[in-house]
Protein backbone atom coordinates (compact mmCIF):
# COMPACT_ATOMS: atom_id res chain seq x y z
CA UNK A 1 0.00 0.00 0.00
CA UNK A 2 1.26 3.51 -0.92
CA UNK A 3 1.74 6.02 2.20
CA UNK A 4 0.52 9.91 2.08
CA UNK A 5 4.25 11.64 1.27
CA UNK A 6 5.27 14.83 3.24
CA UNK A 7 4.34 17.30 0.31
CA UNK A 8 1.17 15.56 0.53
CA UNK A 9 0.50 16.05 4.26
CA UNK A 10 1.78 19.55 3.78
CA UNK A 11 -0.32 20.17 1.20
CA UNK A 12 -3.48 18.17 3.17
CA UNK A 13 -2.71 20.93 6.25
CA UNK A 14 -3.04 23.81 4.19
CA UNK A 15 -6.47 22.38 2.64
CA UNK A 16 -4.86 21.66 -1.05
CA UNK A 17 -4.42 18.10 -0.93
CA UNK A 18 -4.97 16.23 -4.02
CA UNK A 19 -8.24 13.73 -4.22
CA UNK A 20 -6.30 10.61 -3.72
CA UNK A 21 -4.60 12.01 -0.76
CA UNK A 22 -7.78 13.28 0.63
CA UNK A 23 -9.70 9.79 0.19
CA UNK A 24 -6.40 7.93 1.44
CA UNK A 25 -6.28 9.90 5.02
CA UNK A 26 -9.91 9.16 5.60
CA UNK A 27 -8.67 5.05 5.47
CA UNK A 28 -5.10 4.78 6.48
CA UNK A 29 -4.32 4.77 10.21
CA UNK A 30 -0.69 5.00 9.52
CA UNK A 31 -1.14 8.44 7.51
CA UNK A 32 -3.74 9.81 9.78
CA UNK A 33 -0.80 9.51 12.92
CA UNK A 34 2.18 11.31 10.74
CA UNK A 35 -0.77 13.97 9.65
CA UNK A 36 -1.45 14.09 13.33
CA UNK A 37 2.51 14.29 14.44
CA UNK A 38 2.70 17.11 11.42
CA UNK A 39 -0.24 19.09 13.55
CA UNK A 40 1.58 18.61 17.14
CA UNK A 41 4.98 19.51 15.10
CA UNK A 42 3.97 22.55 13.85
CA UNK A 43 2.38 23.44 17.37
CA UNK A 44 4.90 23.13 19.39
CA UNK A 45 7.56 25.20 16.85
CA UNK A 46 4.76 28.10 17.33
CA UNK A 47 4.83 27.73 21.16
CA UNK A 48 8.78 28.34 21.15
CA UNK A 49 9.81 31.67 22.89
CA UNK A 50 10.49 34.42 20.05
CA UNK A 51 14.10 35.28 20.05
CA UNK A 52 14.53 39.11 19.64
CA UNK A 53 18.12 40.50 20.14
CA UNK A 54 17.83 42.29 23.66
CA UNK A 55 17.72 46.63 22.61
CA UNK A 56 19.86 47.19 25.50
CA UNK A 57 23.28 46.07 23.77
CA UNK A 58 23.18 48.74 21.65
CA UNK A 59 24.11 51.73 23.84
CA UNK A 60 27.03 49.57 24.79
CA UNK A 61 28.27 48.80 20.95
CA UNK A 62 27.91 52.97 20.14
CA UNK A 63 29.88 53.97 22.77
CA UNK A 64 32.42 51.90 21.92
CA UNK A 65 32.69 53.09 18.40
CA UNK A 66 32.49 56.70 19.62
CA UNK A 67 35.28 56.27 21.69
CA UNK A 68 37.17 54.71 18.76
CA UNK A 69 36.35 57.61 16.63
CA UNK A 70 36.85 59.53 19.37
CA UNK A 71 40.24 58.09 20.10
CA UNK A 72 41.31 58.17 16.45
CA UNK A 73 40.31 62.10 16.06
CA UNK A 74 42.42 62.83 19.01
CA UNK A 75 45.60 61.32 18.18
CA UNK A 76 45.72 62.52 14.71
CA UNK A 77 44.55 65.82 15.39
CA UNK A 78 46.98 66.35 18.13
CA UNK A 79 49.36 64.93 16.19
CA UNK A 80 48.67 66.58 13.22
CA UNK A 81 48.03 70.30 14.91
CA UNK A 82 51.45 69.97 16.64
CA UNK A 83 53.41 68.81 13.25
CA UNK A 84 51.31 71.50 11.42
CA UNK A 85 52.95 73.97 14.02
CA UNK A 86 56.26 72.87 13.91
CA UNK A 87 56.39 72.43 10.22
CA UNK A 88 55.03 75.76 10.12
CA UNK A 89 57.54 77.28 12.75
CA UNK A 90 60.69 75.45 10.60
CA UNK A 91 59.31 76.71 7.22
CA UNK A 92 58.96 80.48 8.54
CA UNK A 93 62.23 80.55 10.35
CA UNK A 94 64.19 78.81 7.55
CA UNK A 95 63.19 80.04 3.97
CA UNK A 96 63.92 83.41 2.56
CA UNK A 97 61.40 85.85 1.91
CA UNK A 98 60.72 84.97 -1.97
CA UNK A 99 58.87 82.11 -1.01
CA UNK A 100 55.98 84.34 1.45
CA UNK A 101 53.17 83.91 -0.85
CA UNK A 102 53.55 79.80 -0.13
CA UNK A 103 53.41 80.35 3.39
CA UNK A 104 50.93 82.83 3.47
CA UNK A 105 48.67 79.67 1.59
CA UNK A 106 49.72 77.55 4.08
CA UNK A 107 49.04 80.11 7.26
CA UNK A 108 45.45 80.35 5.67
CA UNK A 109 44.71 77.02 5.17
CA UNK A 110 45.43 76.07 8.56
CA UNK A 111 43.65 78.99 9.83
CA UNK A 112 40.85 78.23 7.90
CA UNK A 113 41.09 74.27 9.22
CA UNK A 114 41.25 75.51 12.66
CA UNK A 115 37.71 77.26 12.15
CA UNK A 116 36.27 74.65 10.54
CA UNK A 117 37.19 72.90 13.36
CA UNK A 118 35.55 75.29 15.78
CA UNK A 119 32.48 75.63 13.75
CA UNK A 120 32.11 71.98 13.23
CA UNK A 121 31.32 71.38 17.16
CA UNK A 122 28.31 73.07 16.81
CA UNK A 123 26.96 70.73 15.12
CA UNK A 124 27.75 67.82 17.57
CA UNK A 125 25.93 64.72 16.67
CA UNK A 126 26.90 62.55 19.44
CA UNK A 127 23.85 62.30 21.41
CA UNK A 128 21.55 62.03 18.61
CA UNK A 129 20.40 59.28 16.02
CA UNK A 130 21.40 59.13 12.36
CA UNK A 131 20.29 57.38 9.50
CA UNK A 132 22.81 54.73 7.71
CA UNK A 133 23.48 57.35 4.68
CA UNK A 134 24.47 60.08 7.69
CA UNK A 135 26.22 58.28 9.26
CA UNK A 136 28.51 56.39 6.37
CA UNK A 137 28.66 59.91 5.02
CA UNK A 138 30.19 61.67 8.39
CA UNK A 139 32.66 58.22 8.77
CA UNK A 140 33.70 58.43 5.39
CA UNK A 141 34.94 62.51 5.77
CA UNK A 142 35.84 61.73 9.00
CA UNK A 143 38.27 58.84 7.63
CA UNK A 144 39.80 60.21 4.83
CA UNK A 145 40.28 63.52 7.65
CA UNK A 146 42.28 61.18 9.49
CA UNK A 147 43.85 59.60 7.23
CA UNK A 148 44.80 63.03 5.52
CA UNK A 149 46.10 64.10 9.30
CA UNK A 150 48.68 61.23 9.31
CA UNK A 151 49.76 61.50 6.00
CA UNK A 152 50.41 65.37 7.45
CA UNK A 153 51.86 64.19 10.49
CA UNK A 154 54.59 62.02 8.67
CA UNK A 155 55.32 65.54 6.53
CA UNK A 156 57.35 66.75 9.97
CA UNK A 157 60.22 64.65 8.95
CA UNK A 158 60.51 65.35 5.40
CA UNK A 159 59.40 68.97 5.65
CA UNK A 160 61.75 70.46 3.63
CA UNK A 161 60.88 68.28 0.26
CA UNK A 162 57.95 69.80 -1.08
CA UNK A 163 56.22 73.03 0.62
CA UNK A 164 53.69 73.62 -2.44
CA UNK A 165 53.11 69.53 -1.75
CA UNK A 166 52.24 70.83 2.17
CA UNK A 167 50.16 73.52 1.05
CA UNK A 168 48.55 71.42 -1.24
CA UNK A 169 47.49 68.73 1.74
CA UNK A 170 46.38 71.03 4.28
CA UNK A 171 44.14 72.85 1.04
CA UNK A 172 42.60 68.99 1.03
CA UNK A 173 41.94 69.07 4.45
CA UNK A 174 40.03 72.42 4.48
CA UNK A 175 38.11 71.00 1.42
CA UNK A 176 37.24 67.70 3.49
CA UNK A 177 36.18 69.70 6.96
CA UNK A 178 34.41 72.19 5.06
CA UNK A 179 32.59 68.77 3.17
CA UNK A 180 31.91 67.59 6.61
CA UNK A 181 30.61 71.08 8.35
CA UNK A 182 27.98 71.09 5.22
CA UNK A 183 26.94 67.80 5.48
CA UNK A 184 26.37 68.41 9.32
CA UNK A 185 24.40 71.67 9.03
CA UNK A 186 22.69 70.09 6.57
CA UNK A 187 21.39 67.37 8.61
CA UNK A 188 20.80 69.52 11.71
CA UNK A 189 18.71 72.02 9.15
CA UNK A 190 16.27 68.75 8.40
CA UNK A 191 16.12 67.32 12.05
CA UNK A 192 15.91 70.38 13.15
CA UNK A 193 18.81 69.86 15.97
Known amino acids: MM???MEDLGALR???GSVWARQHITTCDVCQKELELLYQRI???KALPALRPSRDRWPAVQAVIRAERSRKRRTWSWTGSLAAAAVLAGILLMQPNGQNTLYAEL????QQSATLEDSLKQFDVEGSVLSGHAAAVFAELED???LLDGTLAQRVE???DGDAELVRLWQERVGLMRELVQARA???RYVGL
Open 43 to 45: AQL
Open 186 to 188: TRA
Open 14 to 16: AGE
Open 144 to 146: RIS
Open 3 to 5: HCT
Open 158 to 160: GAH
Open 107 to 110: NRAK
